[in-house]
């Protein structure tokens, strides 16, 4: 079964950057979009961002447009998330996931597969 594994997280000041990394492994994810999700203390799981496979489209949550950049190398299996302008509100456990989908159109966090990794700690202080 293939296992997503999360790492980069870290605890530091609002206004700081972050760069997670996912490696999947197993199973090849085959030629599927990749996602970030991320749960916050307290409350449920959300997809927040999605790459596409192949040409790479991408698709964000409202809250972290324009200050996370997802990408992808499938040479390495790898997907990551650069978040810059982190804010309080960014602290969550943040997750990898294949998305049985090519591209990220619509409600593309509800095609989630696989096991959930251990995720990765984002703590960011005010």
């Known amino acids: 079964q293939m296992q997503p594994v999360e790492s980069g997280g870290a605890s530091v000041q609002a206004g700081e950057s972050l760069r997670l990394s996912c490696t999947f492994s197993g199973v090849n994810g085959g030629d599927f979009a990749r996602a970030w999700f991320r749960q916050a203390p307290g409350k449920g799981r959300e997809g927040i961002s999605c790459i596409s496979f192949s040409v790479g489209k991408t698709a964000y949550q409202d809250s972290v447009k324009g200050r996370f950049t997802i990408s992808r190398d499938d040479d390495k299996n790898m997907v990551y998330l650069e978040m810059n302008s982190l804010k309080p509100e960014d602290t969550a456990i943040y997750y990898c996931?294949?998305?049985?989908?090519?591209?990220?159109?619509?409600?593309?966090?509800?095609?989630?597969?696989?096991?959930w990794g251990p995720g990765t700690q984002v703590t960011v202080s005010s």
């Open positions: 996931a294949v998305i049985t989908r090519i591209d990220c159109s619509g409600s593309w966090w509800d095609f989630r597969v696989g096991a």
